[in-house]
């Protein structure tokens, strides 16, 4: 399975497991009442493709919501290497019928669209790139965790004041698209983009020495080649000798020293799928939505650099 979900990402930055019992998690058996009822709620279930922090969030996201929504949730943690555990979800989820499943992570999402014998709709969350997921349908419904390149382009220009230039770094062979849309959306700001383009880890000491002293910021996004725990901690010290800020996609870059970072409230997109599967399950229509992210400005950084960042 080919899915780059952003957790692939992440996994480097040392996102640890947790307990699934901090969910009260009903795991294989769902707590449906002695007759089979579920006080008059709509009932879904929710798979889990792994137990990683940032899953685990938006598993309780939905939970929390669906409390105050009137939703019955039963949530299971799907273990994608263990035959057992999977059959075990399988047979769950064909005991009750459920008004819809919903998955979180492309680990689940594929599990629950392979089950043909269960007609409950189905719903994804917590997946990067759904379009490149091996074995999702491009029909699937869901909430991508993917920021609109024209939103993230009109962020950075509303928290940054006299940049001129900003280089995304990045691998053509992966996000050529990331960049013209980007490039293109910096017509309408007050700065332009321009490519530090890579074919191999090897090639970014040499491009970011070519591009000094023409860009003002570093724009670092998702890509299988320039990205790791290591050429993360690289690229933000050679800005940071440059005076040049970066500018991220999770806390790991802010905490390492980056300017700027989109980041992502993984409760809060559970709340969000949980609205989105109650207005679903009520008007039969799926309006597909953004998610939902903040902002984050490393201030003590962009004041030792120079560099204006408002809030």
């Known amino acids: 399975m ?18 699934c019992t901090s969910l009260g998690l009903c795991l294989f058996q769902p707590p449906c ?17 792994k137990k990683i922090k940032p899953y685990i969030q938006v598993g309780d996201g939905i939970q ?4 105050e929504i009137k939703l019955d949730v039963d949530l299971f943690i799907l273990d994608p290497e263990t035959k057992s555990i999977q059959d075990n979800v399988l047979h769950q989820l064909a005991l009750t019928d459920y008004k819809l499943i919903a998955a979180i992570g492309p680990e689940a999402a594929v599990f629950i669209w392979a089950i043909t014998s269960i007609q409950s709709p189905k719903i994804y969350t917590a997946i990067l790139d759904p379009e490149n997921c091996t074995g999702l349908p491009e029909h699937a419904m869901g909430i991508a ?4 390149v024209e939103i993230q382009v009109k962020e950075i220009s509303r928290h ?7 280089g995304v770094l990045f691998d053509p062979t992966f996000n050529q698209d990331f960049y013209d849309q980007a490039e293109a959306a910096a017509l309408n700001h007050s700065f ?13 000491s040499q491009q970011l020495q070519e591009h000094i002293g023409k860009i003002d910021a570093i724009w670092m996004i998702p890509d299988q080649t320039v990205i790791s725990e290591k050429i993360v901690h ?11 800020g970066v500018i991220g996609y999770n806390s790991f870059f802010t905490l390492s020293g980056a300017v700027f970072s ?15 599967i109650k207005s679903f399950l009520e008007s039969g229509q799926w309006t597909p939505d953004p998610p939902l992210f903040k902002t984050i400005v490393n201030q003590r950084m962009a004041k030792k650099l120079g560099i204006i960042v408002k809030k």
Do not use: H, W
């Not at 940054?160 to 900003?166: A, D, P, V, Y």
């Open 64 to 67: 929390a919501k669906s409390e």
């Open 262 to 276: 989109f980041e992502f409230d993984y409760k809060a997109l559970g709340s969000q799928a949980a609205l989105k």
């Open 33 to 49: 009442l002695a007759d089979g009822s579920s006080n008059g709620n709509d009932r879904i279930a929710v798979v889990i493709s």
């Open 234 to 244: 690289y690229v933000i010290k050679q800005g940071i000798y440059q005076g040049m």
């Open 145 to 148: 965790l993917k920021i609109p």
């Open 192 to 204: 332009e983009i321009t490519p530090i383009k890579v074919g191999s880890k090897t090639q970014i």
């Open 160 to 166: 940054f004041e006299n940049l001129g230039t900003i």
């Open 2 to 19: 080919k899915c780059l979900d952003l957790f692939i990402y992440r996994g480097a930055f040392c996102l640890g497991l947790m307990l």
